[in-house]
DNA sequence: TGGGCATACTCGTATAGACGAGTGGGCAAG
DNA sequence: CTTGCCCACTCGTCTATACGAGTATGCCCA
């Protein structure tokens, strides 16, 4: 087992009061802030770190899954703790769904990912008639019946977002939204083929840390929150016509959102 | 040591795969998503779990230390592990900053939270004069010196958010918004006093975990992630007049945005 | 050359024990 | 009755050890 490399770590203080494994995780961390590990680094094992440190493995391990509760590194069986990267965020404009992006054809998400040079998929779909939830009914406006459209997007084979659309089941049954592709322009298009004129749009945003299912689906690594999004759009009557609900890793995303002044 | 109560908690299936203190998880996950442990409800100790599970303590930890990490579930020394109660949720709707909202005078934040019927506080409230960052620089355009208002946001007491906001120094100077209280209405009621009319803000949304000084600052439960939201505010001619940079407690909030459809 | 195996290294899981420190209730002394 | 202390119970930290399981490498043998 060779010694650390000198410089890369520095030592305990034995008088603080702080915990050792929280002074070995603040250790780690400010070498990889200050960038002496840098990105996708494998850090030193927990064997090196129990020789340098001079405490037991336990107590190396409670540090690294301090970090990993942080985002800050993960761990891989049998290879080592790196340093997580930062994968490419995708940035969500708040005019996604302008009408004249619909003209073209492609789903948004095709477009999108391929000017940014990756490599989308979209995976495990789903289409259902199911009654609605609770809270997809309020949304809805009392709606009892619902179309559900399930599926699941990648980039570059990274699962990064899945999500599940909701629609009254006497508008979309039937229609083209049924089918497993709804076509050019999506299920947007569509709507406002059927003659529902769409208006706007209302997103609510929340962040919360993921459940099992989630972190399954989305493949997160340990410290990635979720963004959970529910989209409601609406006709130009003011009636709700469909709720998203989606559910993306957090660190690939970065939303934006443009608000008027008055 | 009392037995658990039967029912609340099942066995482990020693022929499973699926790693004990990950079965226990299970298990309590389970209860509480079934109801049977309610929110704010102490969890068995875990000595009990120890006993009803027949594993070490250590694993009982285990356990425990992967619900806390997703939000479920978070311990308090010398008193027990408690079910993590929901905390009511503060609504930002997307006219929050309308000007229509600025005319009466209040702050939107003691407005709302009034409204709410929540006690609101403003804390630790620094105003200064610095050099801005490559970031904070590149949104103003290419401004140098910013004058920056940091302040934190309490609701009953509990800290929910905290804020930096950046404005061109040649612009605040020796104005109101130099001063720790800006005045009705705020430091966007000042810029339209200065002749800048403002026309529209762009928000950027993101999820991640806490830094150890966010975690300290919003009193932050392990397994709550922050929103880092960095809004910039531009006047009727294009120019950036204010960056706000604004992290959050993800658990406090819900982020609601309206979008036109075209 | 190519395939397969042994091996050494990695992290994952689990045990058993010890002591420390925060909390709260009950009891005893004033 | 009140005050203060002690104790029991809680989680927090740390050690030492053992074995399992995934990964990579190099060597040997066919």
Redesign the interface.
């Given at each position: 087992m060779a010694a650390l490399p000198s410089g890369l770590l520095g030592a305990l203080d034995p008088t603080s009061d702080r915990a050792v494994f929280r002074q070995i995780a603040d250790q780690i961390?400010e070498a990889i802030d200050k960038g002496r590990f840098k990105e996708g680094a494998k850090l030193p094992s927990e064997a090196e770190l129990v020789e340098h440190f001079g405490v037991s493995r336990?107590t190396v391990r409670n540090s690294i899954?301090q970090l990993q509760?942080?985002?800050l590194v993960s761990s891989e069986h049998g290879k080592g703790v790196f340093v997580r990267p930062r994968p490419p965020?995708r940035r969500l404009a708040?005019?996604r769904?302008?009408?004249?992006h619909r003209e073209q054809g492609k789903a948004a998400f095709t477009v999108e990912a391929e000017a940014a040079g990756s490599r989308p998929e979209v995976d495990s779909l789903e289409v259902k008639e199911e009654r609605a939830s609770q809270d997809i009914s309020a949304r809805l406006g009392s709606v009892r019946k619902v179309l559900s459209r399930r599926r699941r997007y990648l980039l570059d084979g990274r699962p990064v977002e899945f999500a599940t659309s909701y629609l009254p089941l006497d508008l979309a049954r039937g229609t083209q939204i049924a089918e497993p592709n709804p076509g050019p322009g999506g299920i947007y298009a569509r709507l406002e083929e059927l003659g529902r004129h769409?208006?706007?749009?209302?997103?609510?945003?929340?962040?919360?840390?993921?459940?099992?299912e989630e972190t399954k689906m989305l493949r997160l690594a340990?410290?990635?929150?979720?963004?959970h999004l529910v989209r409601t759009?609406y006709d130009s009557e003011g009636r709700a016509v469909e709720v998203c609900d989606t559910v993306m890793a957090?660190?690939a995303?970065?939303?934006?959102?443009?608000?008027?002044?008055?």
């Open positions: 961390r336990m899954s509760g942080e985002g965020v708040s005019d769904f302008a009408r004249r769409l208006d706007h749009f209302d997103e609510e945003v929340q962040a919360r840390m993921p459940s099992q340990a410290g990635v929150p979720v963004i759009a957090a660190d995303y970065v939303l934006a959102y443009q608000l008027p002044a008055n």
